[in-house]
């Protein structure tokens, strides 16, 4: 008797606990840019249902990643979503570095998340539609893709987020499939110096920029150093921003612990 009346309380708490939580979505939009459907997920949390608007950031995944990347190995994405009341809108980038491609015509990914990915999540979710209650943050690539599109299109967010970002892309000329969207590094110096955070800052007005940008990155990274160039750099021209340094290397059990001081940092900054 003790044992059923036992059962019959866990199953009610599980039960209750499945339906006040954070649910998956996964829809396709088709994008003119891309010339092809693009798959999104997205984490709605149990407020969603009450409220009238919520904040929305947008996470891009790393290189041979996808949208699902997020939801399957951040242990605590979903509690934290539901925990801070907001939407998480996970990307699928590819292998294109979120750039508009130079080379790679068809490849038009900062057009796709800027002019359409945006208004299209604005129009079917109830989200607040000014730029300073949205937010971007990703790793690796994504943190690379994060940076580049906040400070080339600043007035649609109040929140950058970079984890383990790759922050400096000069370095690596065979690695991540970076020739197929820049072009062979030897011929396209420029060009890659035209897409790499480190270097296309010098060129920003940052007095114009207001989001809050949060960097970090793991002391055992492979982009540690080029983390630590970005930082100096934006230290020495005066803009503000947090820089975080923990001990750490590329990889999830990292980022489990990174992804939600950036969803809380972004909670911060825009309410």
Same mark, same amino acid.
């Given at each position: 008797?003790?044992?059923? *009346? ?16 954070? &649910? ?14 693009? $798959?999104?997920?997205?984490?709605? !949390? ?28 951040? #242990? ?11 939407? +998480? +809108? ?14 790679? /015509? ?19 979710? /109830? ?45 690596? $000329? ?5 020739? &197929? ?11 890659? &110096?035209?897409?790499? !955070? ?9 007095? #114009? *920029? #207001?989001?809050?940008?949060?960097? %970090? =990155?793991? #002391? ?10 970005? %930082?100096? /750099? ?30 809380? /940092?972004? =909670?911060?900054? +825009?309410?």
């Amino acid at each position: 008797m003790f044992n059923k *009346i036992l059962f019959q309380l866990l199953f009610s708490v599980l039960l209750a606990f499945n339906c006040f939580a954070a &649910k998956v979505e996964e829809i396709k939009i088709n994008s003119v840019y891309l010339g092809k459907e693009s $798959p999104l997920t997205i984490v709605i !949390p149990d407020a969603y249902s009450v409220s009238d608007s919520l904040p929305v950031i947008f996470l891009l995944h790393g290189y041979s990643g996808d949208n699902n990347n997020y939801v399957k190995n951040i #242990k605590e994405l979903l509690s934290t979503v539901d925990a801070l009341k907001i939407i +998480v +809108v996970c990307v699928n980038g590819e292998n294109a570095w979120y750039m508009d491609s130079p080379v790679k /015509k068809e490849s038009r990914y900062e057009s796709y998340i800027i002019k359409e990915l945006i208004p299209f999540i604005s129009d079917k979710y /109830k989200v607040y539609r000014s730029g300073n209650k949205r937010g971007i943050a990703g790793l690796s690539m994504g943190g690379f893709g994060a940076v580049s599109l906040g400070f080339k299109n600043p007035s649609y967010f109040g929140y950058v987020g970079s984890t383990s970002g790759g922050m400096d892309i000069l370095p690596f $000329p065979g690695n991540w499939e970076l020739n &197929k969207v820049l072009g062979d590094q030897k011929d396209n110096m420029q060009q890659w &110096k035209t897409y790499s !955070p480190l270097y296309f800052i010098d060129n920003i007005d940052m007095k #114009k *920029i #207001k989001f809050k940008l949060v960097l %970090d =990155c793991g #002391k055992g990274d492979f982009f540690f150093e080029a983390n630590n160039q970005f %930082d100096t /750099k934006l230290t020495k021209s005066g803009f503000a921003h947090e820089y975080l340094i923990a001990e750490g290397v590329h990889n999830w059990e990292y980022w489990n612990k990174t992804i939600p001081v950036h969803l809380n /940092k972004f =909670c911060e900054a +825009v309410r």
